[in-house]
């Protein structure tokens, strides 16, 4: 049977029969302190009301004092409960009461738990668990979400420790949570007070109307669920859900109380506890990234798996980038959809799986542009291991992912240069080659052999060609020396590699020139590669190194750039008849001659050994110099002197080239060439070579190097530029044009 207690200044009256008498607590109409068992002033109780009465008032009642009533727990934590998996709630439900999880016991569970599973969150475990309520995603994985985070949004997500209420005086440093008379996680207070609101839980307001109030289940009211839920002190998961589902149904008078519930619900019980998170307005993220996508470390992606592992969302705006990622992420899976996808985006994507599985590059902090059919990848020295990084303290880890994002971020302009080089060699090479030499796109269907029997067929989704630039001279020679453990040779300045058939550069920002032509030079070497492959059914070439490998990569290398990118192939490379007009001057003011390799000779070199053995022996002194300058004066001759006489036969002489045979090589170069040029006999050559010295030194030595083409714009100066995504599904790769 209830015993009533009234306030001794306003009069509310107070279920205390299950208090003992003398217990103090806070009236919440007026704030008043209010003591069980204490005599009622005649001047102040007012008659006691029919047990309808005790609904909603029909005015503001004044919240409880903040000095005298703890607050009620409310939907937003800064850091919110430590996460317990789903299986520990329904275990505690049957248990008794005990206390929350530490934050000891869940870091150390983080601890326990497979790297991959902490480095990624682990899909299974983001579907069992979500997440606390939080506002929304952090800072950094918003930044991830939108601008392209790669690690560090699924760090601040999915790794961070989560607040530990023992540290903050709620419910787990109280020995559990606790409930006493009807207000949820406070103490001290008689239930007489609806949490946040001020509401009496068992007896009218002032104003009272006495008209019947809304009814929930039964015909019960708001006053009959405070009551009961106010008769226990410890609530189980499952009480605080039933009494959630009740205050709901009383509709708008019980609203308030449900929301209160549902936060405790979300906060303590079930953070994934569906009716709780609709009432209180909050977002659900439902989707996991397709098993179909095997390479993740694209921001969207990582992206997308934090807010998985969150699934529940209260702020508008992280929610919103958490769909666009996903939406990426959608595009993502359908680009690579083995039937009805996107080839080449499949292929690319597979070049970057290919990268994070190579033992030399997979710890490189890089960023990567899809410009097919090139993926190209930037980094500086920096490279760290999975297990280096989960060595940081959180703060730590947390504040050197977004110092290596910084720096991808700052690659990005570059990486859009060069794709606009790379796409550009590739689109002149095909036009100027492609029919005379029978080449494919390397993009197309198997690579452009779709002909070869099944035996031979190779690169269904097209074939990606790779190539990977450092930042600078420092970070290519600590790659070689430390990573790779094969020192470099310091006049070396980029390479092709046959082995690999990547190229490998490093940037040189103060002499533009120079590297925007190494680069086209080392990716012409990589196109020579794989168009032999190409015409050899996919089969390594051999060819030894002759005036044609290197002629021919400095005629084509030879370009200049205006400053929308757009490059002209002119073939004048500056820096080697630079080289050849000093040489001439310094050899001549001693009374020399130039020092010119006889044609049948040059084209007969196989190996730049046999180079430096005919110049020591027949001029004195090493010749690779005048090798490689020559060989590209001699492939410009032939491609562009005296009316580009001998272009068509040249292009014929490529076509051998690039059907160059793996086995009997010896000889092969010096015979074409013969076959192509129509020689026949020593008077032949030399009928050739006399006409190559004659614009050697009329022509070639007298060219104007200032005036072969206007100095390259600098990094900055580019109009028009607009910064994209290096890797965006929802956009096309770019293309060659």
């Not at 492609?434 to 029997?453: A, I, K």
């Not at 008849?577 to 006889?598: A, C, R, V, W, Y």
């Not at 004066?633 to 292009?651: D, I, P, Q």
């Not at 490529?654 to 129509?678: I, V």
Request: aromatic share 10%; proline share 9%; with cysteine.
């Amino acid at each position: 049977m209830a015993k009533l207690q009234p306030c001794p200044k306003c009069g509310a009256q107070f279920d205390v029969s299950a208090m003992a008498p003398g217990a103090a607590f806070t009236c919440g109409a007026c704030g008043a302190i209010v003591t069980a068992g204490a005599p009622a002033s005649p001047s102040r109780v007012p008659p006691t009301p029919p047990r309808a009465a005790a609904a909603a008032p029909s005015r503001p009642v004044p919240p409880p004092s903040p000095a005298r009533t703890p607050p009620a727990p409310v939907a937003k934590s800064q850091r919110g409960p430590q996460y317990v998996p789903v299986e520990r709630h329904r275990e505690a439900a049957a248990a008794a009461p005990a206390a929350a999880p530490s934050a000891r016991a869940s870091r150390r569970e983080e601890a326990e738990a497979p790297a991959g599973r902490r480095a990624r969150g682990g899909r299974e475990d983001a579907r069992r668990a979500g997440g606390p309520p939080k506002k929304g995603l952090s800072p950094v994985a918003m930044a991830g979400i939108g601008g392209g985070v790669l690690l560090v949004a699924v760090v601040a997500l999915m790794m961070a420790n989560k607040k530990d209420p023992a540290k903050d005086g709620g419910p787990a440093a109280k020995g559990g949570s606790t409930s006493v008379a009807g207000t949820p996680g406070t103490s001290g207070t008689a239930g007489a007070t609806a949490p946040g609101t001020g509401t009496p839980s068992g007896a009218p307001k002032a104003g009272a109307t006495g008209t019947a109030p809304a009814s929930g289940i039964g015909g019960e009211t708001l006053a009959d669920v405070n009551a009961e839920y106010g008769k226990k002190s410890f609530h189980t998961n499952d009480d605080l859900k039933r009494f959630f589902e009740r205050f709901k149904a009383l509709g708008s008078a019980g609203e308030a109380r449900a929301k209160e519930l549902a936060a405790k619900i979300v906060a303590e019980a079930d953070p994934n506890y569906e009716p709780a998170r609709l009432v209180l307005g909050h977002k659900k993220f439902d989707h996991e990234v397709p098993e179909l996508i095997s390479f993740r470390k694209y921001p969207y992606l990582q992206a997308v798996e934090a807010a998985t592992a969150q699934r529940w969302f209260d702020d508008d705006e992280a929610y919103d980038l958490a769909m666009k990622a996903w939406a990426k992420t959608e595009a993502h899976a359908k680009r690579l959809d083995p039937d009805h996808g996107d080839s080449t985006f499949r292929a690319l994507d597979g070049a970057r799986l290919t990268i994070s599985n190579d033992k030399n590059f997979k710890d490189y902090n890089y960023e990567a542009i899809f410009a097919s059919p090139y993926l190209i990848c930037y980094s500086s020295d920096d490279r760290m291991t999975e297990e280096e990084l989960f060595q940081l303290p959180k703060k730590e880890r947390i504040a050197k992912l977004a110092e290596l994002e910084k720096k991808r971020e700052g690659y990005r302009r570059i990486l859009a240069e060069k794709a606009r080089i790379y796409q550009q060699l590739y689109k002149n090479f095909l036009e100027r080659y492609g029919e005379t030499c029978e080449l494919h796109d390397l993009m197309g269907e198997y690579g452009g052999r779709p002909d070869l029997p099944p035996g031979k067929r190779s690169y269904k989704d097209g074939c990606p060609l790779i190539v990977w630039i450092f930042s600078d001279r420092k970070a290519f020679d600590d790659y070689h020396q430390n990573v790779v453990k094969d020192p470099i040779h310091p006049g070396v300045a980029g390479y092709f590699s046959p082995g690999t058939g990547w190229v490998y550069l490093y940037d040189e920002p103060d002499n533009r020139e120079f590297e925007i032509n190494k680069n086209v030079h080392e990716g012409t070497h990589q196109l020579e590669h794989w168009f032999q492959m190409q015409k050899r059914e996919w089969g390594r070439p051999f060819v030894p190194q002759s005036f044609f490998g290197e002629g021919f990569a400095e005629y084509i290398g030879a370009v200049s750039m205006a400053p929308d990118r757009t490059l002209t192939f002119h073939g004048v490379n500056r820096p080697r008849l630079e080289f050849l007009q000093n040489t001439l001057k310094q050899l001549q003011s001693g009374g020399k001659k130039m020092l010119i390799f006889p044609t049948q000779v040059l084209v007969g070199f196989e190996g730049y050994g046999s180079v430096d053995a005919w110049a020591a022996e027949n001029w004195g002194t090493q010749g690779l110099g005048i090798f490689y300058a020559q060989s590209w004066a001699f492939v410009y001759f032939l491609n562009e002197a005296n009316g580009k006489k001998y272009r068509e036969k040249f292009n014929g002489f490529l076509d051998d080239m690039l059907n160059h045979p793996r086995e009997d090589w010896q000889g092969y170069a010096f015979k074409h060439f013969k076959d192509r040029f129509g020689i026949k006999s020593d008077s032949d050559w030399k009928k050739l070579h006399a006409e190559f010295e004659s614009w050697y030194l009329g022509t070639m030595m007298k060219m104007d190097a200032a005036k072969v083409s206007p100095p390259p714009p600098s990094r900055e100066d580019w109009p028009g530029y607009t910064p994209i995504d290096p890797v965006d599904p929802t956009r096309d790769a770019p293309k060659s044009n």
